[in-house]
Structures are given as structure tokens and as C-alpha cells.
């Protein structure tokens, strides 16, 4: 299985982007899914994370300007980026743990820049 990672790129500061994850097959009994990110010369970190009944958290730097979500098929999880400033800058790697096993997408840039 491998998540396909969409929706990253250039954004100035201020503005909006969202983000998409969906794995290239179905998969079943997604317990939790969400978004880690990596700026150049740090450590990966998580951003947010959602469980399949629905319980959301979210990094401190994020609560109020980003918004995790899945669809109602709980096999595409999203992250709706609001407000975004330069530090944002990472690149984002969505995951899922499923039966135990943990997935990882390939990542996507976002750029916040003006």
C-alpha cells in the first residue's frame, strides 16, 4: 500500500492550502491517520492526527489556523491550512496505522513565501 501525498506548494503568508491523502488501495481498519512535517536541518513532527471515531489533536503551533479531517469512507484524511506563516515551511508526510502498521506517504512541499 502507499499513500499518495497531493495538494502542497507555494503559498504567501497569510493564505490558505489544503492538503489530501489517500492510499493507493483500499485499506481497512484505519485506526488513526494524519500529517507529520519536516523543515530543512529538524526533526519530522507531528501536526495533527485524527482516530477513526473521529478524536482530533493537534500540535500547539497549528490549534486555530489548521483542520484535520477524513472522508466519510475514512480512507482519505486532509488537512485544511489556514493562515499560514514562513516557519510552516516543510515538507508534509501524511500517515495511517492500520492492523497495527504504520504508512507513510512520500511527502509534499509547502512553501510559504511571499
Known amino acids: 500500500v502507499q499513500l499518495q501525498a497531493s495538494g502542497g506548494g507555494l503559498v504567501q503568508p497569510g493564505g490558505s492550502l489544503r492538503l489530501s491523502c489517500a492510499p493507493s488501495?483500499?485499506?481497512?481498519?484505519?485506526?488513526?491517520m494524519g500529517w507529520y512535517r519536516q523543515a530543512p536541518g529538524s526533526q519530522r513532527e507531528l501536526v495533527a492526527g485524527i482516530t477513526s471515531g473521529g478524536t482530533v489533536n493537534y500540535a500547539d503551533y497549528v490549534k486555530g489556523r489548521f483542520t484535520i479531517s477524513r472522508d466519510n469512507a475514512g480512507n482519505t484524511v486532509y488537512l485544511q491550512m489556514h493562515s499560514v506563516k514562513p516557519e510552516d515551511t516543510a515538507v508534509y508526510y501524511c500517515?495511517?496505522?492500520?492492523?497495527?502498521?504504520?504508512?507513510w506517504g512520500q511527502g509534499t512541499q509547502v512553501t510559504v513565501s511571499s
Open positions: 488501495e483500499t485499506v481497512l481498519s484505519i485506526s488513526t
Open positions: 500517515y495511517f496505522v492500520a492492523n497495527g502498521v504504520a504508512y
